[in-house]
């Protein structure tokens, strides 16, 4: 995984034990669910590396795939504590204001598989325009990356209609990038984003013989 310093702010990518996500995914045939959702996080990693300078990630997982992945990469490595995703965007934002209090902090979802270096650097510049940003889904319900200028001052409220909740204390941003609203749960998701492009690691496995 490449780094290339383009990013002022600290991203949280909270990342599920592989072996426990996307229940809701029925994979094509030949493919293991688990390992699907391992392949979306690592080219979602892999893009978030391109944009952000390693030192300013912060990936929060139990998945020892996803720590040996990371290896050497400069990511910070944070404990997921087990309780759902809220404690562990949580674990992720005490590490970072314990080294870089009061910084610009973004949390981003770890199952966007069609994510580009390019729509991930266009999102957090329109999340920088105001001092806290949510941008849903391509469903417009769910919550794929929500923004504070202040790392102590966010507030992770996933879970079912997220968007709304995060709209309460933050800027609703409806932007026109697909790659980065198209989180992948379910098999009409996962539909879209192979119709977007996914990353070398989610297609590697879905067109293997």
Known sequence: MKSAVTSTWQVIVPVKHSARGKSRLRPP?????????????????????????????????????IRLQLRGSGAALVDDPGRGL???????????????????????????????????????????????AVVPDHEGTGTV????HDAGRLVPRFGTGSAARHARSATTLHLDLPRLRTDVDNDE?????????????????????
């Not at 045939?29 to 990630?57: I, K, M, N």
């Not at 080294?99 to 069609?114: R, Y």
């Not at 990356?145 to 504070?148: D, M, P, R």
């Open 29 to 65: 045939d030949g493919v293991h669910r688990r390992d699907l959702a391992l392949a979306f996080a690592l080219d979602t990693l892999d893009t978030v590396l391109e944009v952000v300078p390693a030192g300013q990630v912060f990936v929060v997982t139990a998945d020892p795939e």
């Open 86 to 132: 809220n404690a562990a965007v949580a674990a992720g934002i005490a590490a970072v204001t314990a080294g870089a209090p009061h910084s610009p902090t973004a949390v981003l979802l770890g199952d966007l598989p069609a994510l580009t270096a390019a729509e991930l650097t266009d999102g957090l510049a329109a999340c920088a325009a105001t001092e806290a």
């Open 145 to 148: 990356l929500v923004t504070h």
């Open 189 to 209: 998701s996962l539909g879209l984003a192979r119709e977007l492009g996914v990353g070398p690691w989610t297609r590697r496995l879905l067109e293997q013989p």
